[in-house]
């Protein structure tokens, strides 16, 4: 079964600065997707980043981008110019790709606090 | 475009009590996924659908658990009797499946459920 890992349960940033999340996960197989959500006090799931195995290119999404290490499994998030609106609880998810569209992993998450 | 809709938000009722949790997904979408989140277990897969039949359902915690999918439309999630370690998130997601698809999923906007 597949793992996900999100070592770090808080982390905090300054305004306009720049933070890097955290996220490791176990997998035997070849063919995946990656996807970070962000969940703010409201509580939706919003999709921030996705990102293909397959695909070498790193995924950046505006102020989002991530860092996708194959052979080390890690597909660390990174917010740049941090607003006081990206304050949330952060997932790092695991979807399979073979047998359709199969369910989500997701790691513990990462409480992302930002500094005025 | 309406995304997906759960109801209700909030629910409180009192142990015994039958309780059902309700799920309408994104128009097209062929999946639909019922997850609940705790502080202790984070995010998990209760049960999915695939076209209406569900596929996976190895998550739902027990027999007081079920879960239907009448149509492509709409899907119930019932806890009967209810016990206060049911109190949770509860959220549904749907999305489109074909294999290889980096199709997304969307959530709705959650159900917590506390249970007296």
């Known amino acids: 079964a597949q793992t996900v890992t999100q070592s770090q349960p808080e982390m905090s940033v300054q305004e306009a600065e720049t933070v890097t999340l955290s996220c490791t996960y176990d997998?035997?197989?070849?063919?995946?997707?990656l996807f970070w959500y962000k969940q703010p006090p409201s509580r939706q799931m919003i999709l921030v980043i996705r990102?293909?195995?397959?695909?070498?290119q790193n995924a950046t999404e505006n102020r989002f981008s991530v860092n996708f290490q194959k052979a080390a499994k890690s597909f660390s998030l990174k917010i740049s110019d941090s607003q006081l609106g990206d304050a949330a609880m952060y997932f790092c998810?695991?979807?399979?790709?073979?047998?359709?569209?199969?369910?989500?992993?997701f790691g513990k998450g990462t409480r992302l606090s930002v500094i005025a | 475009d309406a995304g997906v809709i759960q109801s209700p938000r909030h629910e409180v009722t009192e142990m015994g009590q039958e309780v059902t949790l309700r799920c309408k997904p994104i128009s097209g979408h062929d999946y639909l996924f019922w997850y609940r989140q705790t502080m202790m277990r984070g995010l998990e897969l209760l049960i999915y659908?695939?076209?209406?039949?569900?596929?996976?359902d190895s998550g739902m915690p027990e027999d007081r658990f079920s879960a239907k999918m009448p149509n492509a439309s709409f899907s119930t999630l019932k806890i009967q009797p209810s016990e206060p370690r049911d109190s949770a998130v509860y959220f549904c997601?749907?999305?489109?499946?074909?294999?290889?698809?980096?199709?997304?999923?969307?959530f709705g906007d959650g159900t917590r459920l506390s249970i007296l």
């Open positions: 990102q293909e195995a397959y695909k070498q």
């Open positions: 659908f695939n076209n209406n039949v569900p596929i996976d």
């Open positions: 998810a695991y979807r399979s790709a073979w047998g359709g569209n199969t369910p989500l992993v």
């Open positions: 997601a749907s999305t489109t499946g074909r294999e290889y698809s980096n199709q997304p999923q969307h």
């Open positions: 997998t035997s197989e070849s063919d995946y997707y």
